[in-house]
């Protein structure tokens, strides 16, 4: 079981790198113990999860709350596993075997500070102080932040250079997506 | 550490089907296919335990 001081250090250490402090890296246990722990920010962030699924699901009428939660619950897991499952196949093809645990422990850990800025938006949304438009372009520039702060994670945790990078973070995008486009489906 | 994540990743993908199963044929249909795959799994593990003891014999 991970202490609370451990996920306090590790979401320091993520927003350090948030910051674009590669120094925040420290911060993060990048054992073997410390991959696993690094999964229980699936729990940490599951609350702000229920509240964007509940917001983003609420015009679905005719799709019961149990098929909801299982397909919804279904499709976090499968997140959550899949990234790590594809580096893991990955990160020996390109030759960053040794620094796979720590990629996959900062990205992990990432998941706290991307929450947040998702959180922003949300409340954003619900005091209704902006209209469509604005709404749209807020959550286009939460979007770019959250790529870059990957980006910036994958450079310094990998050690690739830029291209590379931007390539995971293209692959890690993409993939999400068609998680997401399939739970979306299982809804209709 | 990988094979644990990939057994994750196929639970939830088996529950996922099962709940395709569930939407387009019922429920009665998805119990009998659970059903199904339960004796097809343990008819497979029998397998593999059987073919083991020979190899060994």
């Known amino acids: 079981m991970i202490a609370r001081h451990e996920v306090l250090l590790s979401l320091y250490g993520v927003w350090r790198l948030f910051l674009r402090d590669p120094r925040g890296i420290e911060w993060l246990d990048v054992s073997i113990e410390g991959f696993w722990k690094s999964f229980f920010c699936a729990v940490v962030v599951l609350p702000i999860f229920g509240v964007w699924v509940f917001i983003r699901n609420s015009g679905l009428e005719d799709v019961g709350f149990i098929r909801l939660v299982t397909v919804e619950g279904i499709g976090y897991v499968v997140q959550w596993v899949t990234w790590p499952l594809v580096m893991a196949y990955i990160a020996p093809a390109i030759g960053r075997d040794d620094n796979f645990i720590r990629y996959i422990v900062a990205f992990n850990w990432s998941a706290g500070i991307y929450v947040c800025i998702y959180l922003i938006v949300i409340g954003i949304k619900l005091s209704g102080i902006v209209s469509g438009g604005g709404l749209a372009l807020i959550g286009l520039v939460a979007a770019i932040v959250i790529l870059s702060y990957h980006w910036y994670i994958a450079r310094i945790a990998l050690a690739v250079s830029g291209g590379g990078a931007a390539g995971l973070v293209a692959g890690e995008f993409v993939l999400a997506h068609m998680i997401d486009a399939v739970g979306q489906n299982l809804m209709r | ?57």
Do not use: P
């Open chain 2, 1 to 57: 550490m990988v094979t644990l994540l990939k057994n994750i990743l196929l639970t939830a993908i088996a529950l996922a089907v099962l709940v395709i199963v569930e939407h387009w044929l019922g429920i009665t249909a998805a119990f009998i296919g659970v059903g199904v795959c339960f004796l097809a799994y343990v008819l497979l593990i029998t397998w593999r335990q059987m073919r083991d003891e020979t190899d060994e014999n």
